[in-house]
C-alpha cells in the first residue's frame, strides 16, 4: 500500500494506492455514469434527452481473496486510513480485455534500464509498461476530445481506457487517423491538463476515488480460512472541482 502526497491549493492531501498485487480482484467492474438532461415529456410522450460530459466513474472490486495476515492488516489499515467517504484512493481499473496490447492478448510489463544503461541504487531495473501512447499537443482542462499519438500499441484506440495522473477516461468512435496520430472523442471530460507528449497510462489506469460508502469495507473473522470480499468506489469529482477552481 503505497501513499502519494499532493498539493492542492495550501492543503496537502494523502492519496492511498491500492495494492494490485496483495489485494486483487477476480473482477474489476469501472463503468462511466452518464449524465445527461431531460427537455421534459412531450405530448406525444417523447422525452428528449441532451448528453452533458459532466459523467463520472464508478469502480466496483469483486472477490478480492482476503485470507493471510498480511492481506488483512493491509485491509484493515486502508480501512482506518480513509476513515469512510473522506478518504483519496487511487484505484486501479483491469482492463487487460480491452488493452491495445501489440500481440493482442496481456502482456505483463518489462524490466529495463534508463536511457544511459543505468539501474537504481540497489542495481536493480525499472519496470516499463508493454503500452506506449502519449498525448499530442496540449489537452485543456473540460476537452472532450484528444490526439493520442501511438508509440508501441495495436493500430486501434477505439473503445479503450487509460489515465493520466490518476484522471481515467474511455475513448469512443474514432474521428480521424493521420498516420500515428489518432483524434478521439473521450468521456468523461478532461479532469485536469495533460501537457504536450505526456505518457499515457494504458497498462493499469487507475481512477481516483473516494469509498461508495463510509462502511465500504467492513470485515470480519470467521472459521472460513478462505474469504473473498467487495468494495465500491465512486470517482472523486470534488477533488477534481477544486483542484480547477
Not at 134 to 146: E, F, L, N, R, W
Not at 209 to 230: H, K, P, T, Y
Request: hydrophobic share 40%; proline share 7%; aromatic share 8%.
Amino acid at each position: 500500500m503505497g501513499i502519494l502526497r499532493v498539493k492542492l491549493s495550501d492543503d496537502w492531501y494523502d492519496i492511498i494506492q491500492w495494492p494490485v498485487e496483495l489485494l486483487t480482484p477476480e473482477e474489476c467492474r469501472p463503468n462511466l455514469v452518464p449524465f445527461t438532461r431531460s427537455g421534459g415529456r412531450s405530448l406525444g410522450g417523447l422525452e428528449p434527452t441532451t448528453r452533458t460530459d459532466l459523467g463520472y466513474w464508478t469502480v466496483e472490486l469483486v472477490d478480492i481473496a482476503v485470507h493471510s495476515t498480511e492481506q488483512r492488516r493491509t485491509w484493515n489499515a486502508i480501512s482506518q486510513r480513509l476513515a469512510g467517504r473522506s478518504g483519496l484512493i487511487a484505484v486501479p481499473v483491469w482492463t487487460r480485455d480491452a488493452a491495445p496490447y501489440v500481440s493482442g492478448e496481456y502482456e505483463p510489463p518489462g524490466l529495463v534500464p534508463h536511457d544511459d544503461d543505468s539501474l537504481f541504487d540497489d542495481d536493480t531495473p525499472y519496470e516499463q509498461g508493454a503500452i506506449s501512447v502519449v498525448s499530442d499537443g496540449v489537452t485543456p482542462v473540460g476537452a472532450t476530445t484528444i490526439r493520442l499519438r501511438i508509440i508501441n500499441a495495436v493500430s486501434d484506440l477505439v473503445g479503450v481506457l487509460f489515465s493520466y495522473e490518476h484522471a481515467s477516461y474511455q475513448t469512443g468512435p474514432v474521428i480521424e487517423v493521420n498516420g500515428d496520430i489518432w483524434t478521439l472523442p473521450i468521456s468523461p471530460a478532461v479532469r485536469a491538463l495533460i501537457p504536450a507528449g505526456s505518457d499515457l497510462e494504458f497498462d493499469m489506469p487507475t481512477c481516483l476515488c473516494r469509498l461508495a460508502d463510509d462502511r465500504g469495507m467492513d470485515g470480519g473473522v470467521n472459521s472460513i480460512v478462505f474469504e473473498q470480499r467487495a468494495v465500491a468506489f465512486v470517482e472523486a469529482t470534488d477533488y477534481w472541482a477544486s483542484l480547477v477552481a
